[in-house]
């Protein structure tokens, strides 16, 4: 489901905006030869606490540098674990399950995303760079202890721009 107009989405303007600054951080980071993909984490009121793009490319890269992580490991880094509880992780693409453990771990306590994980799986195909886990990060949230707010698909067609062309 894509969403184009705030009121259709129970986002706010604000939640928007930060969404697209993760997908212009995934446009980003395509254009230095990255994997198109990008995360911020922003506190309460709305303020980028932690931004990355991946790292994961090879053959230098790390396969566990996803956006998602990179950006919730810094946050935990700089807060305490209530002040990440109010803090929103906006994301280019849906978190792997690997990048949702990561929110989990951390306290992040919402996720706003762009790309669904099965749109991206359309777009890259059986790339194996992106092999791609058929795994919403809901399911992976729904089965902790505590509740992860999430938020998402939204603006799928805006985010896909980055990854067209990419994984052919």
């Not at 600054?21 to 230095?32: D, N, V």
């Not at 309460?44 to 230098?60: E, H, I, L």
């Not at 700089?78 to 792997?96: D, K, M, N």
């Not at 994980?117 to 949230?141: D, Q, S, Y």
């Amino acid at each position: 489901m894509t969403f184009s107009n705030p009121q259709d989405t129970g986002l706010s303007a604000l939640d928007l905006d930060l969404l697209r600054q993760s997908i212009r951080l995934s446009e980003q980071a395509r254009e230095e030869g990255r994997h198109p993909f990008a995360a911020i984490v922003a506190d309460a009121q709305g303020r980028v606490v932690a931004s990355a793009g991946n790292n994961s490319m090879p053959p230098q890269g790390d396969p566990t540098q996803h956006a998602e992580l990179v950006a919730a490991a810094r946050a935990a880094r700089l807060l305490t674990p209530e002040q990440l509880a109010s803090c929103t992780l906006y994301t280019s693409a849906e978190p792997c399950c690997m990048c949702a453990g990561a929110v989990y771990w951390t306290g992040i306590g919402r996720v706003v995303y762009a790309l669904s994980e099965h749109a991206l799986l359309g777009l890259t195909g059986a790339h194996p760079e992106n092999p791609t886990f058929a795994l919403p990060c809901r399911e992976v949230f729904a089965r902790g202890q505590r509740v992860v707010q999430v938020h998402g698909p939204v603006l799928e067609d805006e985010a896909a721009q980055a990854h067209r062309g990419f994984w052919a």
